[in-house]
């Protein structure tokens, strides 16, 4: 069985080495522009059009992360670049929800407790006590309840303040009140203090951080956006932030990455800002799940995270 492999930026020798160890009878290739050799399986970031139009003979492509937007903006953009051959297959946890928990719990506890007026009250070298934001009015909703958003919100609940969760069909998840499809859109979203956002980059979800969706949550509430810079309206952030109907605002993805160093955001205090990494693709686990994909697709069996086209995620 032959693999081919693209991950710009990622240490390939590593990889595949690992690869090799988790797969000891496939070929493994990186792929290489102009490399049209056969292949059954492609394993790939944010891959060039030409490494996959055309390769009528790939069973699979694996996605070597949670969100297929990129990929699927290619077929989008060039319908028929997709394989109709191939199933897209993407990493399913792979040990990015418990970072996503960190990275969101932290972020969430720091609005709570003020941590970040303390800081401002620090920089001016003033001593003073904050009164305490009520844990039981601190709602926290979490958009998207998949591998991701349903461990973050859980964790967050252990916390003790309310928290809802909202996904495009119903769920029940304990310790949460869930809220399902647009109709409920509105009524999740009423008097929420801090917006998570772990919804997949989709034609029905692009821009729905607006100012629409700002105006529905409690005054002075805080976003958390971990998901797709493409889910915000940035200039509804801006303004948000200005009117005071949003009081802070933390962000790891944006819709052009790196952030332009011209970027209004940066000079905003009240953004905090990251680098797209609140939950990074681990190697290890990775190869091993793909692997153990794999190895379930050559003995004919079915396997879980298979993207639906229609849907975008
Ligand atoms: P999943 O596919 O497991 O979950 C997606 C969730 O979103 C599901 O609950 C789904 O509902 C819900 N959803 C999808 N479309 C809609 C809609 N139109 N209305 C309401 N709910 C909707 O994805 P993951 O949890 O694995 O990942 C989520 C996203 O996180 C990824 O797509 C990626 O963009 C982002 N991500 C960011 C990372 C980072 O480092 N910043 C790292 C990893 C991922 P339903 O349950 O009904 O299907
Ligand atoms: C992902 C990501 O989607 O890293 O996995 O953003």
Redesign the pocket.
Known sequence: MKILFYMPHADAAAWLHDFAHALPEAELREWQAGDTAPADFAVVWRPPREMLAGRDDLRAIFNL?????AILALEHEHPGTLPRSAQLI????TG??P??AEYVTHAVLRYLRRFDEYQTLQNERRWAVLDPHPRETFTVGV????????HVAQTLAAFGMPVR???????QIDGLATF???AQ?DTFLDGVKVLVN?????P??RD?LNARTFAKLARGAYLIN???GGHLVEADLLDALASGQLAAATL??FREEPLPAEHPFWQEPRITITP??????LREESVGQVARKIDALMRGDTVSGVVNLE???
């Open positions: 992360g949670a969100g297929v937007d993407r990493l399913e946890d990015m929800a970072q996503m958009l998207g309840l998949g591998v991701l958003g349903a969760g909202y996904s495009r069909s119903a769920r399902a499809g647009e859109f772990l919804l997949p980059h989709t029905d979800t729905v971990v998901a797709r790891d993805v797209h990494m609140s939950a990074l693709t849907r975008g995620y």
